[in-house]
């Protein structure tokens, strides 16, 4: 296992998620600060999420298919400082949704290159570890990130002095990562891009995290709710943040401990939606379910994955992906519309059938 490097590779992450989710931390509240509707904001917190979803089915071959892994790399975080410090520049709705866009694509470019270098580096025998060094200092960066953004803007900053400061992270994150490059001593595990057709069982489960995607309520629309004090919804983030280190791996203990684990995430994204309703008239249940939202989105990244990758591999974790991507787009616009309209009842209403829709056909598939 070449240490060095992954611990370099982890220190890249972390003052990567330092840039990007501090950013997030603030967007939806200013957005609504630029006369963003809850719709509007839903959609563009959805797409970019569909699109850093989906885009990896495409850069993955595409990265295999050329087989350098370190351009994509340095591409993907380069986009992804880019379009943050673009945000300093623009006050139009739609440019800033754009360059939200366009640092979702930048982490989706990015990804699947890394992580063949990050499997190389823990060679036969550590990839495993190799793999949870990293998270664990990519989610240790994501809440310095929005810790710093939460202090911030209580402390009276606006929103573009947080994207201003995210760019001392940004840059750290590209200098790392060009010593890591100089100094890496490792043969790339060279990936052949292949075509693998899809079982009937991987696209019934892409069905089904297609309708957990729809029955979840993106925190992008809690967040919005506290946006005449902005601060509160970049808590509301960091709660969620924390929540996820623990979830994580506690999610992934059960999941090697039992196969149903995978029909966990359905209640969980019920309950969410029963607070986001009642976070109507007690907002303070928007925390409870910040924490119920990182437990639905933490299964996506361990159970989920886990259970596509045993299915069909690199296509079925694609087509899962992307599922879940187009679910969540589809809800965090239409919860955002409905939120516009304070029709609470029918948000609780979509997302219980949907999750009822996602939680039937993952039990039918354990039962045969």
């Avoid at 506290?226 to 943040?241: C, D, H, Q, R």
């Amino acid at each position: 296992m070449n240490l060095r490097l992954i611990l370099l590779l982890g220190l890249v992450s972390f003052f990567a998620d330092w840039l990007y989710e501090s950013m997030r931390a603030v967007a939806p509240q200013y957005l609504q600060h630029l006369g963003a509707t809850a719709a509007f904001v839903g959609f563009v917190f959805g797409l970019g999420d569909a699109l850093g979803y989906a885009a990896r089915f495409v850069t993955g071959p595409l990265a295999d298919r050329r087989g350098g892994y370190w351009l994509e790399t340095f591409l993907g975080y380069g986009l992804q400082l880019a379009a943050i410090a673009g945000l300093l520049f623009t006050r139009d709705l739609w440019q800033v949704a754009a360059l939200i866009f366009l640092e979702r694509f930048g982490k989706a470019l990015r990804t699947p290159a890394r992580d063949v270098i990050i499997s190389s580096a823990g060679g036969e025998e550590a990839k495993g570890r190799a793999f949870g060094i990293h998270a664990a200092l990519d989610q240790l960066g994501a809440v310095a990130g929005v810790v710093m953004a939460t202090a911030m803007l209580y402390s009276s900053y606006a929103p573009q002095d947080v994207f201003k400061a995210s760019l001392i992270p940004g840059l750290a994150a590209l200098l790392t990562l060009y010593t890591a490059y100089r100094i890496a001593d490792v043969k790339l595990e060279r990936r052949r891009a292949t075509t693998i057709a899809l079982t009937e069982d991987v696209l019934l489960f892409g069905l089904a995290q297609f309708f957990l995607g729809l029955s979840t309520v993106h925190i992008s629309l809690s967040m919005y709710r506290f946006g005449e004090v902005s601060w509160m919804g970049s808590l509301l983030y960091l709660v969620a943040m924390i929540t996820e280190v623990f979830a994580s791996p506690a999610l992934g203990y059960l999941a090697d401990k039992s196969n149903r684990a995978v029909l966990t995430a359905p209640f969980f994204s019920v309950l969410l939606a029963f607070t986001y309703f009642a976070g109507a008239v007690h907002p303070a249940l928007l925390f409870l379910g910040a924490v119920f939202y990182s437990i639905v989105t933490s299964y996506t990244d361990v159970i989920a994955k886990a259970h596509a990758a045993k299915a069909g591999g690199a296509a079925s974790l694609g087509f899962v992906n992307a599922m879940w991507g187009f679910g969540t787009l589809l809800g965090a616009v239409l919860y955002g519309y409905l939120t516009d309209l304070h029709a609470y009842d029918l948000i609780v209403a979509s997302a219980a059938a949907s999750a009822l829709a996602s939680l039937v056909i993952i039990w039918r598939q354990t039962r045969s």
